[in-house]
């Protein structure tokens, strides 16, 4: 039985789907052929990602291949209830609640695990966590599963640096047709989409401080730039910070940047990265938010306990007042500020992030008895065919068409 907040909502969220359906044509080509060729017949897939819209058609087509889907959110505040209620509509089981508390959310995991499922869809790797923790009776049957973030494949590599890890991984977040993409022009869209939306303030002649300059830092401080603002980038890493200053920002500790910003936007994977020795150092009114999977970026935990007082100053945004007398504003809890503060990415840039998922799986499947399942070996990048299919496939929805080599051509790059 599914725990959602209200199925009456399902007429919302199919208007919702229905949307993005029509955005989405990597995946809608998938489904036509997944519903002839039934790749998942049979087989139950647990999946943990944000639950809305885009992640709802993405169930769709994974259960028009055959599959008996069962669904949870990956974040508390950016499941949707009234999408969740249309997938239940749809017949599907879904245990998601916008705003869970953590019993709530963890009861999630369990309910999807609990069924002893083929596959795993993973957004940050709760349920593959789960599942080695409390459910290692069941691992036995798990053919694979799919990884979304790179949140989840930190965690991911350390357990299999440990030897922990007991099933093969697909490393979806690094295919290129991903992290190029989703993580560059996705989170760079959608971040700023959450922040402007929520706090309905201008951009233009800001500074804005970027923590973290991966791929989806890199996206946030062009955003950033493109909007107008100032950028400052704080990193840890000396490769990155020399690209971060050859791409034109000004680089510096946090530290240092704390008295300058006006936003703050974490992108690191990390924790504790915004604390006490830096709200102290903030402008009164200045605004953090977070675009990492976890809440822990920002410290907000510490910027309660040190706060004299807090208020709610908007709609998603808490005000808390400093013994300096400055006021920290926070966006959505410091949590994901383009999921719990908006819609998450744009679904043209899903469509090709969600189409790696599923032919990752079905890859999974095809390819499940020549897949070594052993200690430090378990983890698995996407086949480059697929990469290559998905852009091909992206490219001609856009009427793109480009050059091939010719034999001659081939031989003298490759020598066969």
């Not at 599914?2 to 990597?26: C, Q, T, Y």
Request: hydrophobic share 45%; proline share 4%; glycine share 10%.
């Amino acid at each position: 039985m599914s725990e959602i907040r209200d199925i009456h909502l399902w007429e919302a969220g199919e208007l919702k789907i229905d949307w993005v359906r029509r955005h989405m044509p990597l995946l809608g080509g998938l489904e036509q052929e997944f519903l002839r060729t039934r790749p998942f017949e049979g087989r139950k897939i647990a999946l943990s990602v944000h639950l809305e819209a885009k992640t709802a058609h993405l169930c769709e087509v994974l259960a028009h291949g055959g599959a008996q889907m069962y669904v949870t959110g990956s974040n508390p505040l950016s499941t949707q209830d009234d999408v969740a209620a249309a997938l239940v509509h749809q017949g599907m089981e879904v245990f998601a609640l916008h705003g869970a508390t953590p019993e709530e959310y963890e009861r999630g995991i369990r309910r999807v695990l609990e069924v002893g499922p083929d596959l795993i869809i993973d957004d940050g790797g709760d349920l593959v966590n789960m599942m080695h923790t409390e459910y290692k009776e069941l691992i036995p049957k798990v053919i694979g599963g799919c990884e979304e973030t790179t949140t989840g494949i930190l965690r991911l590599q350390a357990m299999d640096r440990a030897g922990s890890l007991q099933f093969p991984m697909m490393l979806v977040n690094d295919a290129a047709c991903k992290h190029f993409f989703d993580n560059r022009y996705g989170t760079g869209q959608s971040v700023w989409d959450g922040i402007n939306r929520t706090t309905n303030l201008i951009v233009a002649g800001k500074t804005v401080v970027v923590a973290g300059y991966g791929w989806c830092g890199k996206g946030v401080a062009m955003r950033a730039k493109g909007l107008g603002a100032r950028v400052i980038v704080t990193e840890v890493d000396p490769i990155r910070a020399l690209e971060a200053v050859m791409d034109g920002f000004a680089v510096m500790t946090m530290a240092q940047a704390a008295p300058l910003g006006d936003f703050f936007v974490t992108v690191t994977g990390c924790e504790d990265v915004i604390t006490p020795e830096h709200f102290l150092l903030m402008k009164d009114g200045a605004i953090c938010c977070n675009a990492g999977h976890f809440d822990v970026e920002v410290a907000v935990a510490k910027l309660k306990a040190m706060a004299v007082s807090s208020r709610p100053a908007r709609q998603n945004i808490m005000a808390y007042t400093l013994e300096n007398g400055r006021t920290v504003n926070v966006i959505a809890e410091g949590r994901l500020v383009n999921l719990a503060a908006g819609d998450g990415h744009p679904a043209e840039i899903m469509d090709m992030s969600f189409a790696i998922q599923a032919l990752s799986a079905k890859w999974l499947l095809e390819h499940r008895h020549e897949i070594a399942r052993e200690p430090g070996r378990m983890l698995h990048r996407v086949p480059q065919e697929i990469d290559r299919e998905v852009a091909k496939r992206k490219l001609a929805d856009w009427g793109v068409a480009i050059d091939h080599l010719s034999p001659a051509q081939y031989r003298y790059l490759y020598g066969e």
